[in-house]
């Protein structure tokens, strides 16, 4: 049997996502949009199955509503009789809180990795975006003889919010830190929540009855292990692998963040990779026509200049530019879009001006409307951000025609 294909998958998918309202009001994190064609679960999601892990569960918790349809609607691909599985994992116990953070939700869950016929089992966030091959890295933490090997980013890359781990010479773990608490000696990095465990250590882990005080997987479990036990810190990036080595990766911790990874797409060399043909980001696509230009009612030209747009989009004699916009978006004539990001089925009524906007889902901009160049009434109506990025929540309702 191969090292994947004896390795079981856990996705959580438990963050409450504040730091993205309003666009986390009627879904998690991990099922926001992103990038014009996917959701933000496909990025691990497409990591497991090009890594060759077919045996995920997916751990959810609050608004999972939306995340369960995208599941079953593009991810039901694996073969049962072949013991492969995506299959979504409520929390197990009458807690009122249901899962306490990662750790608590791995010990909800024992049960499942035990009866596992699995030797290894790959831990990992289900709400950042990067390409990564996890087999590679369980070849690494096979050929080490670890009992735990965490991903983790230099020293340079560390991004506020991450959990630090200081390293000897040998890239052995020494101690783990929280983001708050200043690195121990040795090389600093930080952990980017992918971990891979021998199963029989991880369940060792989990029945020490130990509380679990919610700062995370890796300091949950391991922060007073590294000295006893074998837990090495595995690179992000580096020339293992079979995606091209963009090293991209990001924890989307802010609208700021969130406006900002998606504007890189757009960039002449994308940072990240989304056109590597041996490992596409899948995800579900509803049946529509292509995208297209037509003039408008006025014989205006339809305009689209470096930008992305997604299926049944239709740009009737309106200006896109620098732009991200999803499926069955409809820009009407004379009216622009800059710098902005536009969910499924936004329509931009004739002569509307939109400016630095993220739009969620069936929003209907009223014709000759200018969102994006008055911060003061912006703020009055809408969410904006500390760098002025303006947000009109799903399906809101102008009041006037």
Same mark, same amino acid.
Request: overall charge negative; hydrophobic content about 40%; glycine content about 10%.
């Given at each position: ?5 004896? %390795? ?51 751990? %959810? ?40 953070? %990662? ?232 009216? %622009? ?65």
């Amino acid at each position: 049997m191969q090292p994947e294909e004896n %390795t079981l998958a856990i996705v959580f998918t438990l963050g409450e996502g504040r730091e993205l309202l309003p666009l986390t009001v009627q879904r998690t994190k991990a099922a926001v949009p992103f990038g014009g064609n996917y959701r933000i679960i496909d990025f691990p999601l497409a990591n497991c199955l090009r890594s060759g892990l077919r045996r995920i569960l997916v751990l %959810t918790q609050q608004r999972s509503h939306s995340l369960h349809k995208h599941l079953r609607d593009g991810w039901s691909i694996f073969n049962a009789e072949l013991g492969e599985f995506v299959i979504a994992v409520p929390p197990q116990e009458l807690k009122a809180e249901g899962y306490c953070g %990662t750790a608590d939700a791995l010990k909800q869950n024992a049960f499942l990795i035990r009866r596992s016929p699995c030797e290894y089992v790959c831990v990992l966030c289900g709400e950042h975006v990067y390409r990564m091959d996890y087999g590679a890295m369980l070849d690494f933490h096979i050929a080490q003889g670890a009992d735990a090997t965490l991903a983790c980013r230099e020293a340079d890359d560390i991004a506020a919010g991450q959990t630090r781990l200081a390293l000897d010479s040998e890239h052995r773990v020494r101690s783990i830190h929280l983001p708050c608490e200043p690195g121990g000696e040795g090389e600093i990095c930080a952990s980017i929540e992918v971990a891979i465990f021998s199963k029989a250590f991880l369940l060792e882990l989990l029945g020490q009855g130990r509380a679990l005080v919610g700062h995370g997987l890796v300091y949950d479990l391991l922060e007073d292990k590294t000295s006893r036990y074998r837990v090495l810190a595995y690179s992000f990036g580096g020339r293992a692998g079979r995606v091209t080595q963009d090293r991209y990766w990001r924890s989307l911790e802010s609208l700021d963040a969130y406006y900002q990874a998606n504007m890189d797409l757009l960039q002449p060399f994308s940072p990240m990779d989304l056109y590597q043909s041996d490992w596409p980001i899948r995800t579900y696509q509803a049946q529509h026509p292509p995208a297209r230009t037509v003039p408008g009612k006025s014989s205006n030209e339809g305009g689209f200049v470096n930008s992305i747009a997604g299926s049944g989009t239709v740009i009737a004699g309106g200006g896109v530019n620098h732009s991200v916009l999803f499926s069955r978006v409809f820009v009407d004539d004379a009216a %622009t879009v800059e710098d902005s990001i536009l969910f499924s089925g936004v329509k931009v009524g004739e002569g509307a001006q939109l400016r630095h906007c993220l739009i969620d889902k069936e929003v209907r901009i009223p014709a000759s409307e200018r969102i994006g160049y008055d911060r003061e009434l912006d703020a009055k109506r809408f969410t904006v951000t500390e760098q002025g990025i303006i947000v009109v929540p799903k399906a809101y309702a102008f009041g006037y025609p």
